[in-house]
């Protein structure tokens, strides 16, 4: 996994050519872009035919519903896999390693390490799990360029939406409005305004994604945009990264069930949508309009949500088989959350 650019109207052109995958990056400026990359290919490999000779011990990241050796596809590799991350998230050996964070010239092309203030600086961009400042663990957080911290805590009772403005001496300022406590996927500060941009995942609308701008001083939140599914990096609302966001736009990339991912770009003011890029274009034209959201409840008043995709040529008039699948299922339905 490796670093491209491309402009709106020209080609692809490969950045990187790092030993081990990238799992994330950023422009510190326009002639640097920071990015952190994993342990060497090379090296996993010689770890997983070590572990063959050695014999392979069994304990809690072991997944033992599979074989031991190179039994699942990561970045498009046959490897050995390690629950080493989040929840039943699969990965690498050598993946509970501390990444290295390089710093690429992108005039000369040039990679050299990161010192300690531009490894500070590329976590504090990027959202790592913890960072100096911080007011205890944070389930989600963004550090302003001036130290302000937007956070939700990782636990207690109140985990409304909150920040600490500096120079306030530690003093929180807890979001009042209701939309500041239901499931929050990403948060960023508004660049240099007192504003945070949040993205709540609405169960009522199954799992799509609403962007709301908290205003810190004038202690309003207001609707961006409510999507009719994800507006995030990923394929679940909450795991990766969130949209970028800068004075004017959040760029995320949105999709829903009958929409392929695709990048957008959202008028923060305004609300107002732009295609920027859609590779999935002829996708989305071949399969149509196929899912339809539905929402009911059980005799007990427990709300449920899902999509009801009719069956394909069937006789007219006649009854259709019925197949019924339950799972998460955010964004494009390509199967649920385990195909």
């Known amino acids: 996994v ?23 990056f950023t422009l510190l400026s326009d002639k640097s872009l920071a990015y952190e990359a994993g342990p ?4 996993i490999e010689k770890a997983e035919l070590a572990e063959y000779d050695a014999g392979i011990r069994i304990d809690g990241t072991t997944p033992i519903g ?8 990561v970045n498009g590799r046959l490897a050995t896999e390690r629950y080493l991350g989040d929840w039943m998230m699969k990965t690498t050996l050598l993946a509970d390693q501390n990444p290295r964070v390089q710093i690429l010239d992108l005039k000369t092309r040039r990679v050299r390490a990161a010192t300690p203030s531009e490894d500070k600086a590329f976590h504090r961009i990027t959202g790592g799990p913890q960072m100096d400042g911080a007011p205890g663990r ?24 909150r920040v600490r403005m500096k120079g306030d001496h530690g003093h929180e300022i807890i979001c009042q409005a209701s939309a500041c406590s239901r499931r929050i996927a990403w948060l960023s500060w508004r660049r240099a305004r007192k504003e945070v ?4 995942v609405d169960r009522e609308r199954g ?31 909450g795991i990766g990264v969130g949209c970028a966001v800068d004075d004017l ?35 989305a ?40 699948t339950y799972y998460t299922c955010q964004g494009y339905l390509r199967g649920g959350f385990g195909d």
């Open 285 to 324: 034209r071949d399969l149509g309009h196929r899912a339809e959201f539905v929402q009911w409840k059980d005799r007990e008043g427990h709300p449920f949500t899902g999509y009801f995709i009719p069956a394909e040529g069937a006789a007219k008039g006649a009854p259709s088989p019925a197949f019924i």
């Open 138 to 161: 944070s389930e989600r957080m963004d550090v302003a360029d001036d130290g302000r911290i937007a956070y939700v805590p990782e636990k207690g009772d109140d985990r409304a939406l």
């Open 66 to 73: 599979q074989p031991l050796f190179r039994s699942g596809l």
């Open 249 to 283: 736009y959040a760029v995320c990339i949105a999709a829903d069930a009958n929409t392929p991912p695709r990048i957008e770009r959202i008028d923060l003011d305004s609300g107002q949508t732009l295609v920027m890029a859609d590779p999935n274009a002829k996708l």
């Open 197 to 200: 941009i949040f993205a709540t």
């Open 40 to 43: 060497s290919r090379a090296a």
């Open 207 to 237: 799992g799509a994604m609403t962007i709301f701008d908290w205003d810190v001083e004038q202690k309003s939140v207001r609707v961006v945009r409510e999507a009719p599914g994800l507006l995030h990096s990923g394929r679940v609302a």
């Open 2 to 24: 490796q670093i491209w650019r491309v402009s709106i109207d020209g080609k692809p052109e490969q950045l990187t050519n790092d030993p081990g995958d990238v799992t994330a």
